[in-house]
């Protein structure tokens, strides 16, 4: 199994940055992406952005020119800084682990999830 923390969260005026951290122990896959999930009330959960093991990196629309995903696999960390905040970027962001095992299986792993909150 792995587990996955997070930490970063918090409340942010409008225009402000905050830097999400997430550290993956337990069983490291060969190869695996990993990325963050946001989750606003009353909304389905959504891709924010995704690195994968060879560094092909995928964002969200609304995020793209605000928000920088990079991974660090010494550490088996992935960092989501997030600037130029909005209101409507407030959600839970989850930390999520997409590994590939050596028979062809597949498995993913979630985070307990980081509050941010952008408001005045």
């Known amino acids: 199994q792995v587990q996955l923390v997070e930490s970063g969260g918090g409340l942010v005026q409008p225009g402000g940055s905050l830097r999400l951290s997430c550290a993956a122990s337990?069983?490291?896959?060969?190869?695996?992406?990993m990325g963050w999930y946001r989750q606003a009330p009353g909304k389905q959960r959504e891709l924010v952005a995704r690195?994968?093991?060879?560094?092909?990196?995928n964002y969200a629309d609304p995020v793209k020119g605000r928000f920088t995903i990079s991974r660090d696999n010494a550490k088996n960390t992935v960092t989501l800084q997030m600037n130029s905040l909005k209101p409507e970027d407030t959600a839970v962001y989850y930390c999520?682990?997409?590994?590939?095992?050596?028979?062809?299986?597949?498995?993913?792993?979630w985070g307990q999830g980081t509050q941010v909150t952008v408001s005045s």
């Open positions: 690195v994968t093991s060879g560094g092909r990196i």
């Open positions: 999520n682990l997409d590994g590939s095992t050596v028979d062809g299986g597949r498995r993913i792993y």
């Open positions: 337990g069983s490291i896959f060969s190869t695996y992406a």
